[in-house]
T-cell receptor, first 110, second 117 residues
């Protein structure tokens, strides 16, 4: 089966940097995705890793280590609007479906 | 970019009635659509995968006779919650992918908030 773990809640200060970790166990790994979800809204795509290493997109970066089954999402220069849930999702095989972790609720404080 | 439209955004229905939710891909052919359910303060749980022109594949624990999925065209999939009960109240979200895009990120509809009274 598949297992995806991420912290339930995190708190950080506006302007700071925060790292949200995700560990996973799956067969036929075919990519790891990070999504942001504000309360009552659908998830929006942030980043995607299929090979080891760091992917940078503006204030957001995501890292993947396939051998360790580990990823993290790094958010820089935190803004109040970054308060949201961050979902780690793993794709296995080539069906395209994503299995989501339980999500990390990030609260950004002034 | 890929746009997925979901309708309705919210619906309130009485216990025992059926509700249909539509998911449309607006600018691409969605060969595969996925239906998720999300309860408050929980993550997205995959309910089923539907491929155009074939029967949906349901995840373990999801009743296929209760959650009817139809994917009759490359741009439309529907989820019908039959004989809805209060415990079916949830946020239902669809997503879609096109041919050869299984390595691309999924794009989601805006979701449907279902409340069963």
């Amino acid at each position: 089966g598949q297992n995806i773990d991420q912290p339930t809640e995190m708190t950080a200060t506006e302007g700071a940097i925060v790292q949200i970790n995700c560990t996973y166990q799956t067969s036929g790994f075919n990519g790891l995705f990070w999504y942001q979800q504000h309360a009552g809204e659908a998830p929006t795509f942030l980043s995607y890793n299929v090979l080891d290493g760091l992917e940078e997109k503006g204030r957001f970066s995501s890292f993947l280590s396939r051998s360790k089954g580990y990823s993290y999402l790094l958010l820089k220069e935190l803004q109040m609007k970054d308060s949201a849930s961050y979902l780690c999702a793993v794709r296995s095989g080539n069906t395209g479906k994503l299995i989501f972790g339980q999500g990390t609720t990030l609260q950004v404080k002034p | 970019g890929a746009v997925v439209s979901q309708h309705p955004s919210w619906v309130i229905c009485k216990s025992g009635t059926s509700v249909k939710i539509e998911c449309r891909s607006l600018d691409f052919q969605a060969t595969t659509m996925f239906w998720y359910r999300q309860f408050p303060k929980q993550s997205l749980m995959l309910m089923a995968t539907s491929n155009e022109g074939s029967k949906a594949t349901y995840e373990q624990g999801v009743e296929k006779d209760k959650f009817l999925i139809n994917h009759a065209s490359l741009t439309l999939s529907t989820l019908t919650v039959t004989s809805a009960h209060p415990e079916d109240s949830s946020f239902y979200i669809c997503s879609a992918s096109g041919p050869g895009s299984y390595n691309s990120p999924l794009h989601f509809g805006n979701g449907t908030r279902l409340t069963v009274t």
